[in-house]
């Protein structure tokens, strides 16, 4: 069984401060993690992903995110942000087994971004 | 750039229509699959397909159909449309060993259905 939890549906920051955007998972494997960002009237991007690699992972635009492990979190940063931020965050889960492959997604995080 | 387009953005059906969603892609990719977007609950797998005529169940298909008869079109239907699929659709594409998350995963802008 595999669970994300995003931990704040809303996070509101002003323009130019560091975001922290908070996911917590549970899976009984090894999993694959990764960030999705959606804009208004756009469809989902990929932000970043961690498959085992490193686990500090770096994306698009600025914003990372560190695996750790004994505290099952992947959390997404960014030192300053700005206002095109201004977006929904999805933290989502992926196992992979053979051919078959699960995913499951976090309920989302809405960014405000304040001048 | 692929692209992958869901051919209205927004739609008001009546209860009991048989409401369709049509998702195209240009990229030639094998794969197409149908979400559905709720506040509080992320997205959710309703259908997908691996090849022309070919489909799978995800994990909500009930209520839903889906239909593939050419590679660059994958049809999301509704057979009698009710309240409870009031929601955002989305549609995404990729090549068939592109798995979920790779970069060649690519999602449409989205449906908002209303279903009144």
């Known amino acids: 069984a595999q669970s994300v939890t995003q931990l704040d549906s809303h996070v509101s920051v002003s323009e130019g401060t560091p975001v922290l955007l908070r996911c917590n998972y549970s899976?009984?494997?090894?999993?694959?993690l990764f960030w999705y960002v959606q804009h208004p009237n756009k469809g989902l991007q990929l932000l970043l992903k961690?498959?085992?690699?490193?686990?500090l992972v770096k994306g698009i635009n600025g914003f990372e995110a560190e695996f750790k492990k004994s505290e099952t979190s992947f959390h997404l940063t960014k030192p300053s942000a700005h206002m095109s931020d201004a977006a929904e965050y999805f933290c989502?889960?992926?196992?992979?087994?053979?051919?078959?492959?699960?995913?499951?997604f976090g309920t989302g995080t809405k960014l405000q971004v304040i001048p | 750039d692929v692209k992958v387009t869901q051919s209205s953005r927004y739609l008001v059906k009546r209860t009991g229509e048989k409401v369709f969603l049509e998702c195209v892609q240009d990229?030639?990719?094998?794969?197409m699959f149908w979400y559905r977007q709720d506040p509080g609950l992320g997205l959710r797998l309703i259908y997908f397909?691996?090849?022309?005529?070919?489909?799978e169940k995800g994990d909500i298909p009930e209520g839903y159909s889906v239909s593939r008869e050419k590679k660059e079109r994958f049809s999301l239907i509704l057979e009698s449309a009710s309240t409870n699929q009031t929601s955002m659709y989305l549609c995404?594409?990729?090549?068939?060993?592109?798995?979920?998350?790779?970069?060649?995963?690519?999602f449409g802008s989205g449906t908002r259905l209303t279903v009144v």
């Open positions: 899976s009984s494997y090894s999993p694959s």
């Open positions: 990229m030639d990719h094998e794969n």
């Open positions: 989502v889960v992926r196992r992979l087994s053979g051919g078959y492959q699960k995913v499951t």
């Open positions: 397909s691996y090849d022309v005529k070919m489909k």
């Open positions: 961690y498959t085992s690699a490193a686990t």
């Open positions: 995404a594409s990729s090549l068939r060993d592109r798995v979920f998350g790779s970069y060649g995963y690519t």
